[in-house]
C-alpha cells in the first residue's frame, strides 16, 4: 500500500521505462513513486494549474502493479543483497583499489594472498598471482585501520585508530557482524601490530607512547598475556625480531626504539633521525643483525642495532614513509614521497659506512619503480620463483604488484 496523499486519489498511471508510478489526488499534489520501493517516495508536490482538485496524469498508461506484500518481499531481498555486496560492489568501482593512503600491506605466509588495509576504514584480501580483490575482509565506520596481518589460525588482525584490536574470519564474503574489540593502548589510536615469522610472538604500537608485546597465540582474546614499556612521545610504527624477543619502533621524538620484550627488559634508542621516524623493519636473519629505519626527514638509516650504531645512511630528498628487508636480507626495499619504489644493495650500503648519503644513494641503488602517488607501504612475497615478488600501497590508494629479476642465488 502506498501512502502520502492527504485526500483521495484520483488516477494513476504507470511508466514501463523508468518503472515509477504517478499519481494524482483531491489533495492538489502529483506524486511519483518506485513501486518496487514502496517505503521510498521519490517526489511529491502540488502541481501548479491544478484549481481545487488534480484529474489527471501524463504518463501512457500500461504494466501493471505488484500486490503491496510482493513488493515488500522484493524491496527486502533487493536491499539485503546490496547490503551484503557493498563492500564488494565499492572496490569494484574502485578497480579493485582503496579510496585512501594505504597504511600496510602483508602477505599469506604461503604467498598467494595479500592483505591491503587503508585509512579509508577498509580491508582487502587480493590474489597475489592474479593481482585480483577476491573480497573486503571488514569495512569499519570512520576509523582509519592502521595495520592488518594474517594469524597462523588463518584468521586476520586488524589495529585501528579507535584503539582496538580485532580478529576477523577469512570468509568468502564480507561478514555483517564486527567481532569483539580487545581495547589496547588506553583507547588511543593503534598505528601499528606486526607478528614474528612463526606467529608466535607479535606488537602493537599506539598514541598512548606505548610499546606492548602479546603471545601471538592467543592474539585478539581478553586473556591474552602481554608486557608493556612507555617512551615519552607517540610511535607510528613496529616490527618483531626474528626469534620474537625483541621489538622495534619508530616515534614522533625522531629515535628508534628497541626493546627486549620481558619485565626490566632493556630499551636501546637509537638517535641519528632529524625528524619523525616513520617504519622500522628488522633483517630476516635468524639473529636478526641489522634494523632499517625510515624517516620523516627523508633519510633512511641501517643499524647495528645491537651496538646502537648507524652503518649506513640513503638520503632520498622526501619523507620516506616505509621500509622492508628482501627474504635473503641483501636488498632494502624503500617507498617515499617522491613517488617511487626502490631498491638498494645492503652489502653496497654497508661498503659505504660513513660515506656522504646522498652519494650512497646514487651508488646503492639497484632498481627503481614509478608510483601513482606517494608510496606508502611496502610487502615483499615469500615467494621467490623467478625474482623477488612485492607489492606497493600509495597514498590514494593504489595497490600494485611488482617482480624484480636478480641473480639466481640472491632470491
Known amino acids: 500500500t502506498l501512502q502520502g496523499h492527504s485526500a483521495g486519489v484520483r488516477s494513476v498511471a504507470f511508466n514501463p521505462t523508468t518503472k515509477q508510478v504517478i499519481s494524482a489526488g483531491d489533495d492538489n499534489a502529483v506524486r511519483v513513486w518506485e513501486p518496487l520501493r514502496p517505503k521510498k517516495r521519490v517526489g511529491a508536490g502540488a502541481a501548479d494549474g491544478h484549481g481545487s482538485s488534480s ?81 573486503t575482509v571488514c569495512e569499519l565506520q570512520q576509523r582509519s585501520v592502521n595495520g592488518a596481518l594474517f594469524l597462523p589460525t588463518g584468521e586476520v588482525v586488524t589495529v585501528s585508530d579507535d584503539g582496538a584490536l580485532r580478529v576477523w574470519p577469512l570468509k568468502k564474503k564480507q561478514s555483517s557482524s564486527v567481532p569483539a574489540a580487545r581495547l589496547l593502548h588506553e583507547g588511543q589510536p593503534i598505528k601499528a601490530v606486526c607478528l614474528s615469522a612463526d606467529g608466535q610472538h607479535a606488537g602493537t604500537v599506539g598514541w598512548d607512547n606505548a610499546l606492548r608485546h602479546h603471545d601471538g597465540k592467543t592474539l585478539g582474546t581478553a586473556t591474552a598475556s602481554q608486557a608493556s614499556i612507555k617512551v615519552r612521545d607517540w610511535l607510528t610504527s613496529c616490527a618483531v625480531s626474528t626469534d620474537g624477543e625483541h621489538l622495534a619502533a619508530g616515534c614522533y621524538d ?23 621516524v616513520l617504519a622500522v623493519a628488522f633483517s630476516p636473519d635468524k639473529e636478526s643483525r641489522h634494523l632499517a629505519s625510515a624517516s620523516f626527514d627523508g633519510s633512511v638509516v641501517l643499524w647495528e642495532w645491537r651496538t646502537e650504531t648507524a652503518v649506513g645512511v640513503l638520503q632520498l630528498g622526501k619523507r620516506v614513509n616505509c621500509v622492508a628487508f628482501s627474504n635473503c636480507g641483501r636488498y632494502l626495499f624503500t617507498g617515499s614521497h617522491r613517488q617511487r619504489c626502490a631498491v638498494w644493495s645492503v652489502k653496497s650500503l654497508l661498503l659505504r659506512k660513513g660515506a656522504d648519503p646522498k652519494l650512497a644513494a646514487e651508488q646503492c641503488l639497484v632498481a627503481e619503480f614509478p608510483c601513482k602517488a606517494p608510496c606508502t607501504a611496502i610487502a615483499v612475497s615469500p615467494l621467490s620463483e623467478r ?17 624484480l629479476v636478480l641473480p639466481t642465488d640472491d632470491f
Open 387 to 403: 625474482g623477488i615478488h612485492f607489492s606497493v600501497g600509495d597514498a590514494l590508494g593504489n595497490v600494485q604488484f611488482l617482480s
Open 55 to 135: 484529474s489527471s496524469s501524463a504518463f501512457a498508461l500500461g504494466g501493471s502493479f505488484q500486490d503491496a506484500a510482493a513488493a515488500e518481499a522484493a524491496a527486502a531481498e533487493e536491499e539485503e543483497e546490496e547490503r551484503v555486496a557493498a563492500a564488494e560492489g565499492r572496490a569494484a568501482a574502485r578497480g579493485g583499489h582503496h579510496s585512501d593512503w594505504v597504511t600496510q600491506l602483508a602477505y599469506h605466509p604461503n604467498g598467494t594472498q595479500l592483505l591491503s588495509c587503508s585509512r579509508d576504514c577498509t580491508v582487502l584480501l587480493h590474489d597475489a598471482s592474479e593481482h585480483a580483490v577476491l573480497s
Open 254 to 276: 625522531n629515535r628508534v626504539y628497541v626493546w627486549t620484550c620481558d619485565a626490566g627488559g632493556r630499551m636501546r634508542a637509537l638517535v641519528k633521525h632529524s625528524n619523525w
